[in-house]
């Protein structure tokens, strides 16, 4: 009786294994699989700036670029002045006038007429209205109007003589200042009334004190002409 029990333990033991090792391995098999362990990716490094290769000439240092260029600066150029004077044939006047201290630049011309381009014979007879005249340009600093006129213009020529010069008669040679401005205006008139008031003269001083007006150049030969003819005809010279 015993065996008996024995061998029904052992048949039902393994009539349950048979029921329940399938249910058993398919629930196995049908459980998802554990989950896969985290993988933790190390954080992204940021790109390095882009390497710049620095020129080898190039100042470690550079200025910083001012926001406007200074404006270059230069010493102001000396400033001339310029006047117009007649009395009489411009070759004996020019002569003079251009040796004088201070003076930079002569012409002989013509100027105070009404014909445009005058010519040489255009001004006898008053058939232009010009006066035979020296552009004078001198430097202020070292000459000034006011002496130019007093020392050398009323004394190079007889200003007391109306329309006439020695031997040269006509309105050509009138006695003339041919002024810029109000300043060389005032200053010519200031001379003037000066010498007349002097007694150097024993006539009135009948010189034309007007505003410049176009300038006309000389035929070349006109132009420094007794350098160009030594000994040749003038009636210009300084009095005492």
């Not at 003079?96 to 010519?119: E, H």
Request: glycine share 6%.
């Amino acid at each position: 009786m015993r065996r008996w029990i024995t061998r029904l333990s052992a048949l039902v033991a393994l009539a349950g294994w048979t029921s329940f090792g399938p249910d058993v391995a398919r629930a196995s098999a049908e459980a998802p699989d554990p989950p896969a362990a985290a993988t933790s990716k190390p954080p992204t490094r940021p790109a390095l700036p882009k390497k710049t290769t620095m020129h080898p000439n190039a100042p470690t240092n550079p200025p910083a670029v001012a926001a406007t260029s200074p404006k270059p600066t230069s010493a102001p150029s000396q400033a001339l002045e310029t006047i117009y004077l007649a009395g009489g044939c411009f070759w004996g006047m020019e002569d003079i006038l251009r040796k004088i201290p201070g003076v930079r630049d002569t012409q002989a011309g013509y100027t105070g007429g009404w014909l445009p381009n005058p010519k040489y014979d255009d001004t006898h007879d008053s058939k232009s209205g010009h006066a035979e005249s020296v552009k004078v340009v001198f430097d202020p600093k070292v000459l000034s109007l006011e002496v130019l006129l007093e020392r050398w213009f009323f004394r190079m020529h007889d200003p007391t003589t109306l329309n006439r010069q020695g031997n040269d008669v006509g309105t050509q040679y009138r006695s003339a200042i041919f002024v810029f401005d109000d300043t060389q205006k005032k200053t010519a008139e200031t001379v003037k009334a000066r010498v007349n008031a002097s007694g150097k003269w024993k006539r009135p001083i009948v010189t034309e004190i007007t505003s410049a007006s176009t300038w006309y150049p000389a035929e070349a030969y006109h132009q420094k002409y007794l350098v160009k003819n030594p000994g040749g005809y003038t009636c210009h010279f300084l009095r005492d």
